[in-house]
T-cell receptor, first 113, second 118 residues
């Protein structure tokens, strides 16, 4: 089954404790992206990648890191999480092209205390 | 400047009626794609329908259709024969083409919460 898999689905942690949210897709998509969703703000892009070893900042990259060592994986790293990073996070992937819909993972709800 | 504007934070519709969710966009790029996503209370993002900037016909997918008015830069989603399961958050999004021929990020509106009533 074609899918984008994120883990964990839920995480409660404390300020400053490094964490990684994994994302994997099995559709051979070149493009992968991370979004955060906050009430009243819609989805905002954190980072994206158009290919292996090619990553770039989105609209709200501060406090996050990503890597793209393999085509299928695009982990999101919070080196020193803070409470303002409490949010619902989505990983998405697609083929390149403005006519390509992005396929989303089920989301990761992060709470930073 | 806001690239995608959804002016209806919430909408109500009776079961079996049709409803239109508004979306306007802003771009100077001649090549772009417009998308609608549904987010039920369970949280996942479900792709509904796509409209390309060069498409002559309005897109349709089952009970979903897109009323695309290019000159007005609007891409309204029409849901016909509403069902209780249509109650969800709906997001309009746009993807522009880059100079390299690939696609930029997906830019989202703030969403419209639709509630279908009996």
């Amino acid at each position: 089954e074609a899918q984008v898999t994120q883990n964990p689905r839920y995480l409660i942690t404390v300020t400053g404790k490094k964490l990684t949210v994994t994302c994997s897709q099995n559709m051979n998509h070149e493009y992968m992206s991370w979004y955060r969703q906050d009430p009243g703000l819609g989805l905002r892009q954190i980072y994206y990648s158009m290919n292996v070893e090619v990553t770039d900042k989105g609209d709200v990259p501060e406090g996050y890191k990503v890597s793209r060592k393999e085509k299928r994986n695009f982990p999101l790293i919070l080196e020193s999480p803070s409470p303002n990073q409490t949010s619902l996070y989505f990983c998405a992937s697609s083929f390149l092209g403005s006519n390509q819909p992005q396929h989303f993972g089920d989301g990761t709800r992060l709470s930073i205390l | 400047a806001q690239k995608i504007t959804q002016t209806q934070p919430g909408m109500f519709v009776q079961e079996k009626e049709a409803v239109t969710l508004d979306c306007t966009y802003d771009t100077s790029d001649p090549s772009y794609g417009l998308f609608w996503y549904k987010q039920p209370s369970s949280g996942e993002m479900i792709f509904l329908i796509y409209q390309g900037s060069y498409d002559q016909q309005n897109a349709t997918e089952g009970r979903y259709s897109l009323n695309f008015q290019k000159a007005r830069k609007s891409a309204n989603l029409v849901i016909s024969a509403s069902q209780l399961g249509d109650s969800a958050m709906y997001f309009c999004a746009m993807r522009e083409a880059t100079a390299a021929g690939t696609a930029s990020k997906l830019t989202f509106g703030t969403g419209t919460r639709l509630q279908v009533t009996l």
